[in-house]
């Protein structure tokens, strides 16, 4: 049996590794990884920000059928009562399973079929008395009375500067010390399930000193701009340390950038640890590599910050899988159909010949990397409930060339072409020479959403939802009732 190891970044866009085309972010070990199995380069999060991304993960299934649409209003925390997960099958099937960094379960030590977690929660404390494993190794390392946070920069910030304690003391470090511990001392009887989840480079923008000036003097790209983004030009919100938009100086944004990609340089160092001790353990060769992020990061595009959007920077992800040795036909490098982070679960059971025992939402990517030019889904459908403001609340679908975004509180569509406007810099929403393709699209997104019986269409047309209630899965509260997913069988 094959073992597993699943790493994923926080807040990571696809265009932010050396693999996908950046010549000034330093990813040598991933990309490394990237050239011994399939790079996916049209992966979407299917709602980007961190929980009901992280739970289409978990289950297999679409944020509507997991119940969980957002982080704002009207959504609810993880929970449990998840009767199928990822690490469940592969502990049902004899693994040993591991997770270390970042879960975001709630509550924060519920293990959703893991056997163990070791957590770095990014300073959260939802349950009374929480204190993450890593902040007390932490407090137990340090050489001073110097906290995790105390360099004064905010979860959600887009400040940055260099990481104010040793780089030993790193999330990043601890979370592949954590990993390398486990692969040390698990059980050698039983393949292993690790999944090793970065907090960074999700803000704090805060590398050790030598990552933050690696990028100094490197010509880091820009933030993109368009002809839509005055939308976002708010003047009181960009005030915020932690500001979801507006213009920020010039010098703000290439601080932030130059954080983010020093963080992302830091992960990859690190992984370049893990690598070589599964390496001289002969562990590497025999294992299935997954590797990707939960959601990407505006960084300043379109005057916008963090996730929850349905644009590139937000919702595109990066996804590698390295088969394992064993798995020996040949696998296409590069495969840009779309895919999303529900597929994972069902390309792992997939690639480790385990049946699949429930209804999944995700389809299986293992015939995509064989070559296989027929495949069932031909685009991706993305939502997100309310998070920051309204207006955010947004529903997507994407084929990789066209993407089509409806925002049901303001009533407004965006359309882009992907294939000569990666940056979506020009919305064509109102060009009459694409008012075929505009009307194409939203009948997809019509039929989609009319079997929710939530007011979201009548006929043919969406239904424009300002004033009304927010959007509420009834699935996340029949989970609570039930426990259990049998009912969606």
Same mark, same amino acid.
């Given at each position: 049996m094959n073992n597993v190891i699943l790493i994923m970044t926080d807040q990571h866009r696809a265009d932010a590794l050396g693999c996908y085309g950046n010549s000034v972010v330093e990813t040598p070990n991933l990309d490394w990884l990237a050239s011994q199995g399939t790079r996916f380069t049209h992966a979407y999060s299917p709602s980007?920000?961190?929980?009901?991304?992280?739970a289409s993960l978990l289950t297999g299934l679409d944020p509507w059928h997991t119940g969980i649409l957002g982080m704002g209003r009207g959504q609810g925390p993880m929970g449990v009562g998840f009767d199928y997960t990822l690490p469940?099958?592969?502990?049902?099937?004899?693994y040993q399973t591991f997770g270390v960094g970042k879960m975001h379960f709630y509550p924060q030590r519920a293990r959703n079929g893991f056997h163990e977690t070791v957590l770095d929660e990014s300073g959260r404390q939802e349950d009374p008395g929480f204190v993450s494993d890593y902040r007390s190794w932490f407090l137990q390392q340090r050489?001073?009375?110097? $906290?995790?946070?105390? !360099?004064?920069?905010?979860?959600?910030?887009?400040?940055?500067?260099?990481? !104010?304690?040793?780089?030993?003391? !790193?999330?990043?470090?601890?979370?592949?010390?954590?990993?390398?511990?486990?692969?040390?001392?698990? $059980?050698?009887?039983?393949?292993?399930?690790?999944?090793?989840?970065?907090?960074?480079? !999700?803000?704090?923008? $805060?590398?050790?000193?030598?990552?933050? $000036?690696?990028y100094g003097d490197k010509p880091i790209p820009e933030p993109y701009r368009g002809d839509w983004d005055e939308q976002h030009n708010d003047p009181v919100e960009a005030l915020k340390p932690d500001a979801w938009r507006g213009v920020q100086s010039p010098e703000a944004i290439r601080r932030a950038r130059q954080g983010y990609y020093g963080s992302i340089t830091f992960i990859d160092h690190q992984l370049g640890r893990l690598i070589r001790v599964l390496q001289k353990?002969?562990?590497?060769?025999?294992?299935?590599?997954v590797f990707l992020s939960d959601h990407g990061d505006m960084l300043g595009d379109h005057n916008l910050w963090r996730k929850t959007y349905a644009y590139e920077g937000s919702a595109r992800i990066p996804l590698i899988v390295k088969p394992p040795a064993a798995w020996q036909q040949p696998v296409l490098r590069e495969v840009s159909h779309p895919v999303v982070m529900q597929d994972v679960m069902p390309t792992i059971l997939d690639f480790l010949g385990l049946e699949v025992k429930r209804r999944l939402d995700g389809i299986s990517m293992k015939s995509l990397m064989g070559g296989d030019k027929e495949h069932e889904r031909t685009y991706i459908h993305g939502e997100h409930a309310t998070c920051y403001s309204e207006e955010q609340e947004m529903q997507f679908l994407t084929d990789g060339k066209i993407k089509y975004i409806w925002f049901p509180r303001l009533g407004t569509e965006q359309l882009f072409d992907l294939q000569t406007d990666l940056s979506e810099s020009v919305n064509l929403a109102s060009h009459p020479e694409w008012h075929d393709v505009i009307a194409m699209w939203r009948q997809r997104l019509v039929q989609r959403l009319a079997s929710r019986n939530l007011g979201l269409t009548e006929g043919d047309q969406l239904v424009l939802q300002a004033g009304k209630p927010y959007i509420v899965s009834p699935y996340y509260q029949k989970r609570l009732e039930a426990s259990s997913y049998d009912w969606l069988s």
């Open positions: 980007p920000s961190c929980v009901p991304a992280r469940g099958a592969l502990a049902e099937a004899g050489s001073g009375p110097y $906290d995790i946070s105390d !360099h004064g920069i905010g979860w959600n910030s887009w400040m940055a500067r260099p990481y !104010h304690a040793p780089e030993a003391l !790193h999330p990043t470090a601890w979370t592949v010390n954590e990993a390398i511990s486990f692969v040390e001392r698990r $059980d050698p009887t039983k393949p292993f399930f690790l999944k090793v989840s970065f907090a960074r480079p !999700h803000s704090p923008y $805060d590398p050790p000193s030598y990552y933050f $000036d690696l353990k002969g562990l590497f060769d025999p294992t299935l590599f």
